[in-house]
């Protein structure tokens, strides 16, 4: 058995590690509630440590590489301010004449945006589905069951933390929020489909 190729890549996410560990420090050196920043970046310190355990035997493509590290921004973003207070939503509400800030749901786009590649990804390299429609069916599951999961999370959060938890679910008082998360999720999903499939079909050929 010939041992394994080292990724040449490996300078380049050393790097982007470096960077996203360096913001994430900065996003929780003052952030608006302390707690709600945990729960926000928890996701970061779970995947990003999973994601060095098994790249020596399961490398991820660079386009998903950069759509993890494009989602642990918006993450932490979000923590630091909380979702309904985030500047850059501020100014969207006001161009568009919405009633609320609208950056949780970008948040959510995301959730469905990078999962759908995550997956994608997966269902290819392991041959698990041939068909091409089966593919886009199978990757749309994954993606609104991670939001469900995610929702599910939410309620066990308001369960058990009770006021403490309103900056983290960021309803901002729509009845809704549940159901339009999970839609925006579903549409993220759908336009990472529709945007990427062959630039992540280039990708994955050229996987070291």
């Known amino acids: ?56 035997r399961f490398p991820l493509t ?15 973003l979000g923590g630091a301010y909380t979702y309904a207070r985030v500047p850059i939503g501020f100014e969207v509400a006001d161009l568009l004449g919405l009633d609320r800030n609208p950056y949780d749901k970008l948040g959510h786009f995301m959730q469905g945006f990078v999962p759908a590649v995550a997956a994608r990804e997966i269902l290819v390299r392991g041959a698990h589905v041939t068909g ?23 309620w066990a959060a308001a369960l058990g933390l009770g006021a403490d938890a309103d900056s983290f679910l960021g309803t901002q008082g729509d009845p809704w929020d549940t159901q339009s998360d999970m839609f925006l999720a579903l549409i993220g999903g759908i336009a990472a489909l529709a945007l990427l499939t062959r630039r992540h079909d280039r990708h994955l050929a050229r996987l070291p």
């Open 132 to 154: 091409r429609r089966m593919l886009v069916f199978l990757v749309l599951c994954v993606v609104l069951a991670v939001s469900a999961c995610y929702e599910l999370l939410e």
């Open 62 to 76: 660079t386009l998903l590489y950069v759509l993890v590290f494009v989602h642990a921004l918006v993450l932490m």
């Open 1 to 56: 058995m010939s041992p394994p190729t080292t990724d040449p890549r490996r300078g380049w996410l050393v790097a982007g590690t470096v960077v996203l560990v360096v913001m994430l420090v900065v996003s929780g050196i003052a952030p608006h509630e302390r707690l709600t920043w945990l729960l926000e970046v928890f996701p970061i310190l779970v995947v990003v440590p999973l994601l060095w355990a098994t790249h020596a």
